[in-house]
């Protein structure tokens, strides 16, 4: 990321995380590279499913004929219950390659991955063309992805799903709101996740939510975050090549040194 670092940057500026709580360390180095601040703003944090239900249900999801796993979240908590690698019987399939390697790093190797790093680029893959009677295993949390197994469904596969972990909401903290106020312009605001986005902008005062709009440029991950918040009021929108950190930090960089920056 330090090669990126160059004298066009502006010298300060605010990128708002709305990663879970704990998962912002990544971000908050790669912008830092770039003479940025990151303030935390996290909707929720991440609880693992523990117990031998919740082993059952991954067990079942992972015996389709086809699995998918939406997060790189889902497979560390999947690899807490039981070991992928030994589990693999069938394709293996993710959302973006965060989640893939997330998948190697565990020891499964056969994995398929989109280019395009969303839920339409996940359906359009080969490996899930006439699914008809198929079961498709969803190692997921609950909410989220809903694109993923309503397109799924309507196919005529079978989805089992294992929620092995959920989100739990935190409320936006005012003295972290605070510190924002007092933080460097430009603000981006990192959008990997609708639900996040939701909701983040349901917590926030009106006065809030006005000066998001007219103060924060949103770097979204697909065209479909995109269009959500602009139908929220975020006017100025500036689309990244997928979620991950290195994808949303280039896609800042890019803001921060284009033509509109100077």
Do not use: C, K
């Not at 693992?48 to 004929?65: I, K, M, P, T």
């Not at 295993?137 to 993923?148: E, K, M, N, W, Y």
């Not at 918040?229 to 975020?234: H, I, M, V």
Request: glycine residues 8%; positive net charge; proline residues 5%.
């Amino acid at each position: 990321m330090t090669a990126m670092a160059n004298h066009t940057i502006p010298t300060g500026w605010t990128l708002i995380s709305l990663r879970p709580q704990g998962q912002h360390a990544a971000l908050r180095r790669a912008v830092a590279e770039l003479g940025g601040t990151t303030v935390a703003l996290s909707p929720w944090r991440l609880q693992r499913a523990q117990g031998s239900a919740a082993r059952q249900h991954l067990l079942q999801a992972l015996d389709a004929d086809r699995v998918i796993f939406t997060s790189p979240a889902a497979v560390a908590a999947a690899a807490s219950l039981l070991p992928l690698a030994a589990a693999q019987r069938s394709p293996w399939l993710t959302v973006g390659e965060g989640t893939a390697r997330a998948l190697r790093a565990e020891g499964v190797d056969q994995v398929h991955a989109p280019q395009r790093m969303d839920s339409e680029g996940l359906l359009a893959l080969p490996v899930l063309a006439g699914v008809q009677g198929l079961r498709i295993g969803l190692v997921t949390a609950p909410g989220g992805r809903g694109l993923i197994a309503a397109e799924l469904d309507a196919a005529g596969a079978r989805v089992i799903r294992a929620d092995v972990y959920r989100r739990v909401p935190l409320r936006l903290s005012r003295r972290t709101l605070a510190r924002l106020a007092h933080s460097a312009a430009p603000w981006l605001l990192a959008v990997s996740s609708g639900e996040a986005l939701q909701r983040f902008w349901q917590q926030l005062p009106a006065a809030w939510q006005h000066r998001m709009a007219t103060e924060a440029t949103a770097v979204v991950a697909s065209d479909r975050l995109g269009a959500q918040a602009q139908a929220l009021g975020l006017g100025r929108v500036v689309r990244s090549a997928g979620p991950g950190n290195a994808q949303l930090i280039a896609a800042a960089h890019a803001t921060l040194t284009g033509p509109a920056a100077t």
